[in-house]
């Protein structure tokens, strides 16, 4: 079993910055993918970014340029830093981590954008 637990989503305003955090524990595999989705108020979750235990990113591309995904694989933490932030990027975060084939998911962060 993988827990997945993020922190760091809040209330900013139009423009702000946000870094959100995930701490992963319990049986990790040593190579795994992991990502952020989002999920918005009547929409379907959204991929937001990932990244490889190589550190190879991918972005969506409502994203790209303004969010930044990376890992920190010694003490299993991943983070998305989220800049120029606009009220569409309002959405509940999650992390998810892939290992083995079996998908894991946190439990959500809010990301507010609002003045």
């Known amino acids: 079993q993988v827990q997945l637990v993020e922190s760091g989503g809040g209330l900013v305003q139009p423009g702000g910055s946000l870094q959100l955090s995930c701490a992963a524990s319990?049986?990790?595999?040593?190579?795994?993918?992991s990502a952020w989705y989002r999920q918005a108020p009547g929409k379907q979750r959204e991929l937001v970014a990932s990244?490889?235990?190589?550190?190879?990113?991918n972005y969506a591309d409502s994203v790209k340029g303004r969010f930044t995904i990376s890992r920190d694989n010694v003490n299993n933490m991943m983070y998305l830093q989220m800049s120029s932030l606009s009220p569409e990027d309002t959405a509940v975060y999650y992390c998810?981590?892939?290992?083995?084939?079996?998908?894991?998911w946190g439990q959500g962060t809010q990301v507010t954008v609002s003045s």
């Open positions: 319990g049986r990790i595999l040593s190579i795994h993918a």
């Open positions: 990244i490889t235990n190589s550190g190879r990113t």
């Open positions: 998810n981590s892939n290992q083995g084939g079996i998908p894991y």
